[in-house]
């Protein structure tokens, strides 16, 4: 297991401006959020690849800065729509393509959205977003996140064992806590779909908090996550507001390390 983290650990600070700051940190593997339409600008994709490259650094995962409108974009009663989005979304993957990234994340349908699709629907609709992606050499993640379909370990499993040629997941700590469930029985969920990690933790109080700050027995997830044969990526992600120092995160990592 390698460990990353996510440019979103400084939102809203510009997202190159937080690949300068972790990369003067020693850290070489992000996940990098897309906040906004111009980012997805060949010259500026351009100008961040080289950036990296520069420094060494590489782009393991993208999460789009639409995950709240794909309830409308992607999972509505609406055809045409939904056809628009598809193509809207090749532009995630044509950018993750450039930057060298493996993933896309997805949130996928939102419960509070007004939508009559069936899970059959959605598994139809997310194997046709996944088959644009591998185009690009690409693979599109389904993250388990509080009050959408994916919250639900049922619906996960359900999904994986539908579509087993097409469901890929990414398990986010956090998220799991906030759904009712422990991130162990989200990792069981997505079993041997498992493909990438967002880590952090969960207070009693209901915060999230950095890895090892929280609930969670940090030693034993990873130990559970060896165990069920996952060799990929632990991204660190918390907000901004989880942390008072920068040099946190560096602990961060050095634990991670340390338990790995």
Same mark, same amino acid.
């Given at each position: ?26 850290? *070489?593997?992000?996940? @990098? ?32 800065? @639409? ?31 450039? #930057? ?28 046709? #977003? ?9 693979? #599109? ?28 997941? @990414? ?16 990792? *069981? ?37 060896? *165990?069920?044969?996952? *060799? ?5 992600? @918390? ?22």
């Amino acid at each position: 297991m390698n460990i990353g983290i996510s440019t979103g650990c400084m939102y809203p600070e510009l997202t190159e401006k937080c690949i300068d700051t972790f990369v003067s940190m020693g850290f *070489d593997r992000f996940e @990098v959020f897309f906040n906004t339409f111009s980012e997805l600008d060949g010259d500026y994709i351009d100008r961040l690849k080289c950036h990296l490259d520069r420094n060494g650094a590489v782009v393991r995962s993208l999460h789009p800065f @639409v995950s709240s409108f794909e309830s409308f974009l992607l999972f509505s009663n609406y055809e045409r729509r939904y056809h628009d989005g598809l193509n809207f979304y090749e532009m995630f993957f044509r950018s993750a393509k450039r #930057l060298g990234a493996q993933f896309v994340i997805l949130h996928g349908l939102n419960t509070n959205y007004r939508s009559t699709l069936d899970n059959n629907e959605y598994f139809r609709r997310f194997s046709a #977003l996944q088959d644009r992606a591998s185009q690009y050499g690409v693979t #599109l993640l389904q993250e388990n996140v509080a009050c959408f379909k994916s919250s639900s370990c049922e619906f996960i499993r359900e999904m994986r064992m539908s579509i087993p040629e097409h469901a890929a997941f @990414v398990c986010d700590i956090k998220q799991a806590y906030r759904s009712g469930n422990t991130p162990f029985e989200v990792i *069981d969920a997505m079993g041997s779909r498992l493909r990438h990690v967002h880590i952090s933790d969960y207070s009693h109080e209901g915060r999230c908090t950095l890895p090892g700050k929280g609930r969670t027995d940090i030693r034993e997830l990873i130990s559970y996550l060896k *165990d069920t044969g996952y *060799d990929g990526d632990l991204i660190i992600e @918390v907000y901004s507001s989880d942390y008072d120092k920068l040099c946190e995160l560096c602990k961060t990592r050095s634990l991670l390390q340390t338990l790995i």
